[in-house]
Nanobody, 127 residues
Framework: QLQLMESGGGEVQPGESLTLTCSISGRRMDSVDVGWFRQAPGKEREGLSCVTKSALARLYADSVKGRFTISKDFGKKVVTLHMTDLKPEDTGIYYC????????????????????WGQGTEVVVSS
């Protein structure tokens, strides 16, 4: 049975870094496309980054490009999101998700591409 668990959230100051981890069980890592999303208070959940089954393709939203890095560790069965130069607007609940069978890489920042979600981990960026 597929299970996702996010961890690594916390409170940091602007400019600091944080790494989130999505632990995946119940599926082979080379069979899952994985995305990271963020839901800020009072806002829609937005796609931040994704990595494909083979990890050959990684995409980023413009808002995080150059600051966030997604990685897939097949041995540890985790997908990490390393976040640098964090800003107050990065505050929110961060979710990882696994893509559906009809996953389209070019659309990987869209919620409809994902059929299974973790419970989320909170990130607060505040001075």
């Amino acid at each position: 049975q597929l299970q996702l668990m996010e961890s690594g959230g916390g409170e940091v100051q602007p400019g600091e870094s944080l790494t989130l981890t999505c632990s995946i069980s119940g599926r082979r890592m080379d069979s899952v496309d994985v995305g990271w999303f963020r839901q800020a208070p009072g806002k829609e959940r937005e796609g931040l980054s994704c990595v494909t089954k083979s990890a050959l393709a990684r995409l980023y939203a413009d808002s995080v490009k150059g600051r966030f890095t997604i990685s897939k560790d097949f041995g540890k069965k985790v997908v990490t999101l390393h976040m640098t130069d964090l800003k107050p607007e990065d505050t929110g609940i961060y979710y990882c998700a696994v893509g559906t069978d009809w996953f389209v890489t070019a659309d990987c920042l869209m919620r409809k591409q994902y059929g299974f979600w973790g419970q989320g981990t909170e990130v607060v960026v505040s001075s």
